[in-house]
């Protein structure tokens, strides 16, 4: 697909809680050489702009973080001639500075996932792509510019740590990932990140603080997370969420300066046989 006959440029693929994101919407069904997507792409204006929505979960939140076909979600939105994609997740707080209910503008990561298809490049052809910097430079201008406003307190990045899950972490765990520096944790971010980059698509992603993890060390009265807290807490922001991301999606601007698109230096992913 051309860019003159893209479907939309930008997208938003919504985690935990985001089972939509606009009310008018086209659906679309798309398949893909990596398998299906998610679910069904949902399709809306914001302003002058064509907007695409992927729930990362699918509908009524079915696939766990290991299970998410993280290939086949870039895929189908690339072919739709996406170009730029928002990755707003939950994430849990490493900090007694960042709190449920913040936002993080996240500019790192640390991946330990494992055992999930993380590339692409399978072979023949071998690209190794660079990910020193994993998040589109303009993306997180203008996430930062859009959070500014309100209604949820913003901080101007951070590490977000990615675990495998479904579990959450253990005590241990938490604690060695603080003492490492990073800011919050979350079970999504990759690959999905660098599947992007591999593509040539900008994306950048804001954590949605849900909860304290395991627990905040000097405060012995906060429980560690459990699932229906992280899952409630989410969806009962997802309002104000909603509206950073439409007024993100409004400022992105019309052309791409940004490294993004050169990143795989013009190699082409061979296709699975």
Known sequence: M???DAEADLAVIGGSGFTALFDDVETIEV????????GP?????VGDRRVAFLPRHGPGHRLPPHRVPYRANLWALRDLGVTRVLGPCAAGSLRADVHPGDLVVVDQLVDRTWGR????????????VSLADPYCPTLRSTL????????LPVHDGGTVVVIAGPRFATRAESQLHRQQGATVINMTQMPEAALARELGICYAAVALVTDYDTGVEDDP???PVNQAEVFSFFEANVPKLRAVLVRALQAVPAERSCPCADATGGLVPDLPH
């Open 2 to 4: 051309s860019s003159g």
């Open 31 to 38: 398949t893909t050489p990596w398998g299906p997507p998610s």
């Open 41 to 45: 792409i949902q399709m809306a204006d």
């Open 117 to 128: 298809a993380g590339t692409y490049f399978d072979g023949p052809t071998v690209n190794h």
């Open 144 to 151: 930062l510019g859009a959070a500014e406003p309100g209604p």
């Open 221 to 223: 009265d906060i429980a």
